[in-house]
């Protein structure tokens, strides 16, 4: 059944409190009783509706002053002062009215002044839609926050069905993603987000939006958490006083959605409002929700996502001054925002002001002083450290958590984990970096392998430890990338590849470490009887003692690459490598000669 949008002889006007409406509704046209979705942008009973494309909405305005009691001289972010547009946003006054309050025929005269419509009671299933927000102790914000995504429907005999289905089926979608310790759907949507029109957070199969529907996906907020004792914990009605939501002492909540309401934003995922967080009611809930919750985060700002990024802290002006950039709280040192840059020519800065940092002049990118210069070639550096794995992991080098733990977490994403490990708070550090290595795709795995020149010094040597990682030199991220898989055996919890090897090969001249570069020889008797030498080089700065050595091509045997990279261990009965370290094979034409079957063979082998 399609709404009935017929000319009104009395249109239902809301009270005072809604006069951020400045403009009254047109009349619109008859609707259609034969249900015909011409007039409607989703033909998909499954999809969102949108509102028939002759709806006129009314233009709104949301001001800081009202909403806050500032004064708008005294607000300096410009794009904080004001809300004007037609997006169908209402007053936070009128949001905190009890539904109770209005009844239901007030609650379906303000959704229809607010949407343009004009339903009455005789509608379908409106009046039990309706008597179940007073029943549930709704405000009219969530009442409306939770029903405008379907107000437009072309069926209201089935929509109580439909909110039903939707409900389960996002139950049933987060019960499937984790499966034991792992998340076995990384691109899981956020379970809530906060609806800027009602100014309340929704959960996300309220809003309709389809998981790949990435045009209309919500936009990221990103900021720098402040310090603790420049921030204050809020019982706030927009999360419906489910735990306080910590934000900078000298900033409002309001001034946050007025300002993504003029960036174009309808939906938006802030951690502080729909993360749950410490101190609500549900303990318990939280820590249930955070194993899913937290390690997915990185899923809501990628795949060309739209941040909304805060250098200054959540909903504060955009400024620098000496010692912004080496505190622990700069934005570019948080461990978290490491995989928070988003789409780096659609990003956008907020708490912007005319005369703020963004808009120095420079020449030649030299700023007017050596902070502005630091700051603008920082904002440059955001651009693709997370494409390269040892220049992302030097960015995690620097930065810092309030829970040790986090910087691993963050790395999930970036790292390119097919599937990605459960969150646990107090997890030690080497068993989270295990937990990730252990789903990273065999290529990522195989650049520790192959790469990294130190044997591991935790549980496996195939590999760096958390530790090696956070505190050593990483090698450089020009290195080629390798063509030899490691993968991983769940059952039996073991490591393994498949490559060309050099069963014995006795290795010289790489155990003194002088600086630079080093040279020496491989020396490699034949299955025939002939004796082979080769030239190797190691640019890196670890030991290689002289010795006879098992080792595993980590390339392909052909002139495509440059060097031709080889780990370096010895062999264990059962298959099993214990890497010593890695080096090259520099001469082109030497390669050749390791296709001979005599010095090389395809094995497995089973990394320990």
Request: aromatic share 8%; proline share 7%; glycine share 6%.
């Amino acid at each position: 059944m399609t709404p009935d949008l017929s000319p009104r002889s009395a249109h239902p006007e809301p009270p005072s409190d809604v006069g951020s409406q400045t403009s009254s509704m047109e009349e619109q046209p008859s609707g259609d009783a034969s249900g015909d979705s011409d007039t409607f942008s989703e033909p998909d009973d499954d999809g969102p509706w949108h509102p028939p494309k002759n709806i006129s909405l009314p233009e709104v305005n949301i001001y800081a002053f009202t909403e806050t009691g500032q004064k708008e001289s005294s607000i300096i972010v410009p794009l904080q002062r004001v809300y004007t547009g037609t997006k169908p946003a209402i007053s936070s006054h009128l949001a905190d009215t009890p539904c109770a309050t209005l009844g239901v025929q007030g609650i379906l005269n303000l959704l229809n002044a607010t949407l343009a419509t004009s339903y009455s009671l005789a509608t379908p299933s409106l009046s039990s839609l309706l008597d179940e927000c007073i029943e549930n102790n709704w405000d009219f914000g969530t009442a409306y926050g939770r029903l405008r995504r379907i107000w437009y429907t072309r069926d209201w005999r089935t929509i109580q069905d439909t909110l039903r289905k939707w409900e389960e089926e996002d139950r049933k979608m987060r019960r499937k993603a984790l499966v034991g310790n792992q998340i076995i759907n990384p691109g899981l949507p956020p379970r809530r987000v906060w609806d800027l029109l009602s100014n309340r957070v929704v959960p996300w199969w309220s809003t309709g939006i389809l998981i790949d529907d990435w045009k209309r996906r919500p936009q990221p907020i990103s900021h720098a958490w402040m310090d603790e004792k420049d921030r204050v914990n809020v019982r706030t009605l927009i999360n419906g006083y489910e735990w306080p939501v910590p934000i900078p002492k000298d900033t409002s909540l309001k001034l946050v959605r007025i300002e993504t309401l003029n960036l174009g934003a309808e939906y938006v995922w802030l951690d502080v409002l729909c993360l749950r967080q410490v101190g609500g009611l549900r303990e318990d809930m939280r820590t249930e929700e955070w194993k899913l919750d937290v390690p997915t985060i990185g899923a809501v700002y990628s795949n060309g996502a739209v941040p909304v990024i805060y250098l200054s802290g959540l909903g504060r002006p955009l400024t620098l001054k000496e010692g912004d950039l080496d505190s622990d709280r700069s934005w570019f040192r948080r461990a978290w925002t490491l995989q928070e840059v988003g789409d780096s020519v659609k990003r956008v800065f907020a708490g912007d002001m005319p005369d703020g940092p963004l808009h120095a002049k420079h020449k030649d990118r030299k700023y007017e002083t050596p902070l502005l210069t630091r700051f603008h070639k920082q904002l440059a550096s955001m651009e693709d450290v997370s494409d390269l794995l040892f220049e992302a992991l030097e960015d995690m080098q620097k930065r810092v958590s309030v829970n040790p733990v986090d910087k691993v977490a963050g790395l999930a994403f970036v790292m390119r984990c097919k599937t990605i490990p459960a969150y646990y708070e107090s997890q030690s550090l080497e068993d989270a970096w295990t937990a990730i290595v252990n789903l990273m795709a065999g290529v990522v795995r195989g650049q520790f392998f192959s790469v990294y020149p130190e044997p591991g010094n935790a549980d496996r040597k195939w590999r760096p430890s958390w530790d090696q990682l956070m505190t050593k030199s990483l090698p450089a991220s020009d290195v080629l990338d390798p063509d030899n898989d490691v993968n991983w055996d769940d059952v039996m919890d073991a490591d393994w590849c498949v490559g060309p090897c050099i069963e014995k090969g006795s290795v010289r001249g790489l155990a003194v470490v002088e600086g630079g570069n080093r040279h020496g020889q491989l020396i490699v008797k034949g299955k025939d009887g002939m004796r082979h030498q080769f030239k190797i080089t190691a640019t890196h700065t670890y030991s290689i003692p002289a010795d006879t050595y098992t080792l595993i091509c980590v390339d392909e045997l052909s002139l495509k690459f440059r060097l031709q990279n080889w780990v370096v261990g010895r062999r264990l009965p059962g298959e099993r490598f214990e890497k010593v370290s890695v080096l090259q094979i520099p001469d082109k034409e030497e390669w050749r000669q390791l296709e001979d079957p005599h010095i090389t063979e395809w094995c497995r082998n089973i990394l320990v």
